[in-house]
């Protein structure tokens, strides 16, 4: 890309010094004869419109007046590959400039909107600039401050009398910017291909201002003040500017009279947009429902924005399984800012820093985010670290006493059974006792179990005592009973206190404590299930919820109020709003629970969609439980023997044993709700609050800035494939090396700039300005000598030459775009807002300032129509013709402005060609006065 912007400029530059050249020495033989009957110098200069005065910054090269041929060339060539070498550093100090500016635009805020479908306030996170109007103020100014900013010193430079150099550059590069640098975008878009302008009302409304702007200043010029400027003029197209940012907003949001019009068409001004080809496969597709046309558009654009990257780490965990969920949301994020449209500053910026050799912004954008993962990941496993360290048990010295485990639970038939108290930590060698005593909870001392109360003896380095409790059975149908006991008065066998030792806290103070405590817990639970019943089963709750990524989800269904016997019980699993097969997987089946046996699992497999809201429901059913007779011992009567009977053959001991027969309890039938996962929804939301974030790498320090000047990057091929990065690194080439060194000098003086990690890029954003004036300031200079030199007028080398190349980055940036992305927004959309803010900014403050300043001394500001008019007539012209071709491709025979059957784009692009050649040929002969058109 860079090679090519070289070429164009060295042909170019070739071409017009010969032109200028043989051109000077015919003008000096005509003038010869001319001299006599001329007034004065001062009109010579005026009618010829060549500039031969000291420059504002650089003074004329002295000796003008008698220059041979070889002379004039030598000079010209000097100075024209000066100028190039300054177009250089103006699109260096741009892209710092661009950086700025994209910084300042990717700053969010947070908004509460209230969503149509739930009624409910929600909060998301916004651009702080609506996207139309950076791009009409900030990202226009930035792609177009060398042409205002030139058009504004020039006027200054001047002494507040007009000038050629500053609106020929306007308009020259007005009519570049629509005719070649569209021209070559409908051209580069592989064949069939098509790319269509997205914001259509905004376009409609930035090209309308476009032409008005050019038809505005030849009326000021030729209609309401012929050849003069007076204030209210200057201030009247200075104050268009905010009319066209106000009027695109009001297009862009549908206020006003927009609402009433065509709903189908919906503009979406989100950063991601979402691809319109079918690359993604249909199982990692989300199913949304379609939003509300009265949604707001700040909602509607987040929704977009989070369905884009939803979709996105659904297709990538489908493809790679295991991808850890850091690096998920890494290739997400890489995946989806790369194929969103970009703003017009990133390609901009782009094509500048592919020109001088300095790092792709894609590939640091991408090395910027496996950064971020890397440490998220360093992150991750310090703190796993941290938390098994505090889950080791610390030995402080102190020495504990403590029941493991604290809970116990027995069949009321268990007769015997041990609880284990354990001493740990600390110095051991000291013999301790401590009592015990077992303590009424619902089970009583008197009917339940055998009250214990004792002591127990530690001796030196022992770690274990066991305490033996009975429990009392009987035939009495009854709920399950739990009692406690509780182990007190810890002691040295030996009567002396328990020495005092110093112990750092949790919270790192110390203190004096005992060296030998009684640890948590010091009481332990036991509960006696009955056995008497076979037992009521059901769900613990009526209601359960889990999330998707759960996996096999372990239902349980408890056995309560007695565990004697084998009992069957059937199940079944029933839809709700989830559907088996796509949801979960159906179950049915029988549990079979055997003597004492108190709880059973249904497995459910519940299907993982990623999904990121998602609230479902299914059922889960047991049937009535069966006894199932097996004559063993201990695990109750057969009740089949028992139904056989009549009641009046029933014994009063079988009639109590009936009582005993399994049923069901309270919760048979469960709704299992199944959520998203909060995993991979958390993973979304931590997504979207860098969704808007600049793709654009700014500086954080001076450091970063002067090691990136100092370093060598290789070019990279436009066709480099999707798996590139993967690729081996490309090193420099020579071509490299030298555009290296050529631009380092520029590179390290605007490594003066503050970094944009500063004041969030407000400092960038204004020494940037400042740099580009100063260069502006030697290119108008430069410019004005070239001419002199050559016998160039300023009109001329305005439209072809400086416009030229302070509208190549543009050029290459537009085509990037035009490749790169699925709309038409950032390579079309952008050039009619840019030309539309050129007259109004560029014009607007200077002939501002000058009218101002010369109706304070009583005086007219003249300007005299000349060339201009001409120039602007022609331009308005063709430019009406150019977006009526560009509304008649979006034609269904075509499909968009940009791309098409190659037949038509090949003859729309020549089309647009021409009428760029036309317009600067035409413009060159009038200002020679080849043609005399008479306006």
């Not at 070289?6 to 001319?34: H, K, V, Y």
Request: glycine fraction near 8%.
């Amino acid at each position: 890309m860079a090679a090519y912007a070289r070429n164009l400029f060295a042909w170019m530059l070739f071409g017009i010094l010969l032109a200028g050249a043989f051109a000077s020495e015919e003008a000096e033989s005509g003038e010869e004869g001319d001299e006599d009957g001329e007034a004065g110098g001062h009109a010579e200069e005026e009618s010829t419109g060549i500039n031969c005065e000291d420059g504002l910054i650089i003074p004329l090269w002295p000796g003008t007046d008698e220059m041979s041929m070889g002379d004039r060339f030598g000079r010209g060539l000097l100075y024209g590959v000066l100028m190039l070498y300054l177009f250089i550093g103006v699109a260096i100090v741009s892209d710092k400039f661009m950086e700025s500016i994209e910084t300042i635009t990717a700053q969010e805020k947070e908004v509460e909107v209230k969503d149509p479908r739930t009624g409910k306030t929600q909060v998301i996170i916004v651009k702080v600039w609506n996207e139309t109007v950076a791009n009409l103020t900030l990202m226009a100014l930035g792609s177009s401050a060398p042409e205002i900013m030139l058009s504004v010193i020039e006027i200054w430079a001047k002494g507040f009398h007009a000038g050629d150099l500053g609106p020929g550059t306007i308009v020259g590069s007005a009519a570049f910017n629509l005719f070649m640098i569209i021209g070559l975008c409908m051209y580069v878009i592989p064949d069939d291909e098509v790319r269509k302008i997205k914001h259509l009302r905004v376009f409609i409304i930035t090209a309308t201002w476009s032409v008005f702007a050019y038809v505005w200043l030849y009326m000021i010029l030729g209609f309401i003040s012929y050849g003069k400027v007076e204030s209210w003029e200057g201030i009247v197209t200075f104050l268009f500017f905010p009319a066209t940012v106000y009027t695109a907003f009001v297009a862009d949001r549908r206020m006003f009279f927009y609402k009433y019009l065509d709903k189908k068409y919906r503009a979406q001004r989100g950063v991601i947009v979402q691809s319109e080809k079918a690359d993604v496969e249909n199982r990692a597709e989300e199913k949304f429902k379609d939003f509300d046309e009265d949604m707001d558009p700040a909602l509607a654009e987040f929704e977009k924005n989070r369905r884009e990257y939803i979709n996105s780490m659904k297709r990538i965990r489908l493809e790679n399984p295991d991808i850890s969920l850091i690096d998920l949301e890494t290739k997400a994020r890489e995946e989806v800012m790369a194929k969103g449209p970009k703003s017009r500053a990133y390609y901009r910026a782009q094509a500048t820093r592919k020109m001088a050799g300095k790092e792709d912004a894609k590939k640091a954008f991408s090395r910027n985010l496996h950064a971020e993962a890397e440490a998220e990941k360093a992150a991750l496993s310090a703190e796993e670290a941290a938390e098994i360290a505090a889950l080791e048990k610390k030995d402080d010295g102190v020495c504990r006493l403590m029941f493991d485990p604290p809970h116990y639970t027995v069949m009321e038939s268990v007769g015997t059974f041990e609880v284990t108290i354990i001493r740990e930590g600390g110095d051991m060698s000291t013999t301790v006792q401590v009592d015990y005593k077992t303590e009424d909870g619902t089970a009583s001392h008197e009917g339940d179990y055998i009250e214990a109360i004792g002591t127990l003896t530690f001796g030196p380095g022992e770690t274990q005592k066991m305490v033996t409790l009975e429990v009392l059975d009987d035939d009495v149908f009854e709920e399950d009973e739990h009692f406690y006991i509780r182990i007190s008065n810890l002691r040295r066998k030996d009567g002396k206190p328990m020495k005092e030792i110093e112990v750092e806290g949790e919270d790192g103070k110390k203190t004096m404590q005992a060296n030998c405590q009684l640890g948590t817990p010091h009481m332990a639970t036991i509960m006696i299930l009955d056995d008497d019943h076979s037992g009521i089963f059901g769900f613990e709750d009526s209601e359960a919820e889990i999330v998707e990524s759960v996996g096999t989800y372990e239902l349980k269904v408890q056995r309560i109020s007695g565990a004697r016997g084998k009992v069957a019980i059937p199940y079944s699993t029933e839809d709700g709003t989830a559907k088996e097969g796509q949801h979960y997987e159906a179950q049915e089946g029988e549990l079979s629970y055997e003597n004492e046996e108190t709880e059973k699992f249904i497995s459910i497999a519940i299907t993982d969609e990623e999904s990121y809201e998602k609230s479902l429901i299914m059922y889960v059913s047991i049937g009535e439980p069966r006894h199932i007779a097996e004559g063993k011992d201990g695990e109750g009567v057969d009740y089949s023997e028992l139904d056989a009977k009549t009641p009046e053959e029933l014994t009063e001991e079988e009639k109590i044993a009936l009582l005993g027969r399994p049923c069901l309890g309270t919760n048979t039938r469960i709704q299992i709700r199944i959520k998203e996962s909060k995993e991979f929804k958390n993973s979304v939301d931590k997504m979207m609050q860098k969704a808007n974030n600049s793709m654009m790498v700014g500086t954080s320090s001076w450091l970063d800035q002067f090691s990136d000047a100092f370093t060598v990057q290789a070019e990279d091929d436009d066709e480099e494939g999707e798996d590139g990065e993967d690729a081996e690194e490309k090193m420099p080439s020579c071509g490299d090396y030298v555009m290296h060194f050529l631009t380092l000098p520029w590179k390290l003086i605007f490594a003066l700039i503050p970094p944009t990690a500063i004041y969030n890029g407000y400092p960038t954003f204004v020494l940037a300005i400042v740099f580009i004036g100063l260069c502006t300031a030697v290119i108008g200079d430069v410019a004005g000598h070239l001419g002199c030199f050559i016998n160039l007028k300023d009109c001329v080398n305005a439209i072809a030459f400086v416009a030229l190349g302070t509208s190549v980055p543009d050029t290459f940036a537009s085509k990037t775009a035009a490749i790169e992305d699925e709309t038409a927004d950032a390579s079309v959309g952008n050039v009619t807002g840019s030309n539309a803010v050129n007259v109004f900014l560029g014009i607007g403050i200077a002939w501002t300032m000058a009218a101002v300043y010369w109706e304070a001394q009583g005086k007219e500001f003249i300007v005299p129509v000349g060339s201009l008019g001409f120039s602007v007539t022609i331009f308005c012209i063709e430019a009406v013709l150019a977006i009526l071709i560009l509304f008649i491709r979006r034609n269904p025979a075509v499909g968009g402005e940009l791309g098409g059957p190659k037949l038509f784009k090949t003859i729309s692009a020549a089309i647009f060609v021409f009428f760029w050649v036309f317009y600067v040929a035409i413009s060159a002969l009038e200002a020679y006065d080849v043609i005399q058109p008479g306006f």
